[in-house]
Nanobody
Framework: VQLQASVGGLVQAGGSLRLSCAASERTFSSYGLGWFRQAPGKEREFVAAISWGGFTYYATSVKGRFTITVDDAKNTAFLQMNSLKAEDTAVYYC???????????????WGKGTLVTVSS
């Protein structure tokens, strides 16, 4: 299974950006897709996740600003990011989990990161 994330970009604070993550296939054991991010000098942190059935889970820092959706037929998850802040600047990674969305150790397969830069 391979994960292909869309290209990030540069956006002004308060702006919006949408990322996508497409899985080349969906194995029987996979449960959903998640997004993580890593800012310069910081550890990777969880952002949001969605199951193939549409259940969602968000980090507190993005709740109300980010929305994750899934196109089940295309094995693709989308992360709509609104009201972006400078602190959202990071490399964003998507990952597949075969376990619960909130079990962060369950994310096993990672796509290449994509850079999102929010200018203040």
């Amino acid at each position: 299974v391979q994960l292909q994330a869309s290209v990030g970009g540069l956006v002004q604070a308060g702006g919006s950006l949408r990322l996508s993550c497409a899985a080349s296939e969906r194995t029987f054991s996979s449960y959903g897709l998640g997004w993580f991010r890593q800012a310069p000098g910081k550890e990777r942190e969880f952002v949001a996740a969605i199951s193939w059935g549409g259940f969602t889970y968000y980090a507190t820092s993005v709740k109300g600003r980010f929305t994750i959706t899934v196109d089940d037929a295309k094995n693709t998850a989308f992360l709509q990011m609104n009201s972006l802040k400078a602190e959202d600047t990071a490399v964003y990674y998507c990952s597949i989990t075969s376990q619960g969305l909130g079990y962060l150790q369950g994310y096993e397969l990672w796509g290449k990161g994509t850079l999102v830069t929010v200018s203040s």
